[in-house]
C-alpha cells in the first residue's frame, strides 16, 4: 500500500472517532508533554460502525500541573502511527491486527513511553493523542498572505482531535472544539486522501448532528403574511456550497456553519461590528431587514447597534431560522425576529424598511437570483434607504476575477454534474452580477465601495428620491 493510499484508509477508517453517548461532551484543548498514557478499553462501534480503543493520558502543563484527558483511536490509526514514526524507532513494533487486544497495543503505547520517550515528545505524538494543537494559530482568511500560509504552512495534525458529541440543540451554541477547527482546516487539505475521501468523512460525520427540525411544513417559522410552504429557488436545493451535504436545507449542517463564525472577516463579530457602525451609526433607522441571515451574526450586531429599532431576519433555510431562535433567548435580542422567507420575493409592504443588509449572500447563488434579489431591496427600501452589502470582493481587473473563479469553482459550471468547487457560483457573481454595477443599473446611487481584503468587499448604496 503506498502513503497516499494509507492516508485515505486512514481517513475513511479511523477518523470517525466519536464515541456512542447519551449526554454532550466538548473537548477542550489540552497542552503539554505526555507522562502517562494507556490502552483501557475496546469500545462500542463509532457512528460509522468501527471500533475503537480508549486511550487515557496525562501531560505535564507549562506550569508544572498534570492534566488528564482521552483519545479514541481505531486500528488503523494506530498503523498510520507506526508507518509514520521515523525510521530508528524500527525496534517498536505494531502488534498485527489478528494479535491487537487491549493489552497489547497499551504495551505499545508504554514502550513509546518507556523506551522511546523521545517519540512521545515529537507532534505525531501529540496528533496521535489529538493535544498540543487547538487551530486558533491559524489566521484562516484574515487576508492573502495568511490564506496562503493556512493553505500551505500552518500545522494541520496527522489525526484528528477528539470530536464533540453534541446531544442537544442547545449545546449547537457551545464553544467550538479543535475537532471542528481541524476538520474546516482539513476541507481546504485534502490532497493527501482525495476530496471524495474526505466528503465521505464529513457527511458521515455531519449525520450525527442536531437537525433543528420544526413543523413538517415549517410553519412554525413562516414569516407574517405566508400562509403556504416556501418554494424554493431551483438552485437551492442542487448545488451546494461549501460542501455542505444536502446545503442549507439540511439542518445538521447548523453546527459546522456556526463553526466558521471567526474563521470568515464578516461572521466575526469583532470585525462586523465595528463597520456597521461606522457606516451606519449615524443614521437612525426605525425599520432593518437582514436578507439571508444564515448564522444571524449581523442582525445581532445591527440590533444592539439600533436598539430602538426593529429587525427582521430571515432566511431559506427553516433550520437555521430556529437555530437563530435559539440564539436570540442566550443573547436576550428582543428587537430581532427570526422567520423563513425568500429575499427574491418577501411578503412585505414595499417602501417599509430603512436599511437593508446582506451578508456573504449573493455570492452563493446563481446572477438572476441575485438580481431578483437586488431588485426585491430596492422595492421594500423607503426613499433615501440603504442597502448594505458585504460579500465577496467583486473585482474590476478580470485577470485576478478569473483566479478568483478559477480557485473556488474548480473550472466547473454549477448547473453541470461534475463535482463543484467549494463556491460554485463564484462565475456567476463576478462576470454576471457584478455587484456595484448592477446597483447602479437598477437605480441606486453608490455610497462605499471598499476593499476590504482580497476575499471581502463592503458594497453601500442609497435609494435615492427621484430615478434621474
Known sequence: MNIRSLFRAVFLLALGLLPLATASYFPKAIFGIPIQASVVAL???DFRGLPTYRIEFTVLTKDGGKAEGFIHRSYVDFKQFDALKPWYYKDLKLPCEAEATVQSLDAYIQDTLMKYNSLAQTDLYSDFLGINWDGSEPQYLKNYLSFMKFLIVDRLPA???EPPVIDSEADALEPIT????YIFMRSFRHNDIGFEAFDEYYRAYVATLPEFAGKADHSDVWAPGLDSPIQYPYHYDKTYVHFNPGGYLNGRTVRMSYSTANKFNFENEEILRPWLEQLHGHRQPK???EIGTGNCVSAFALGEIFPRAEVIAIDLAPAYVRFCRLWKQKRGASNVHFYQANGEATPFESESFDLVQFTYVLHEMPQENSKRVLREIHRLLRPEGVVS???VLYWQNSEWREINIQSNTWGEEWNSTAQHGPEPYMD??????QLPNFLQEIGFQIQNNIRYSNFDGIY???KPHFLL
Do not use: K
Open 43 to 45: 469500545e462500542g462501534p
Open 159 to 161: 489525526f484528528a482531535p
Open 178 to 181: 479543535p475537532f471542528e477547527n
Open 287 to 289: 425599520r432593518i431587514l
Open 389 to 391: 452589502g458585504f460579500d
Open 428 to 433: 456567476e457573481y463576478q462576470n454576471g452580477l
Open 460 to 462: 453601500v448604496a442609497r
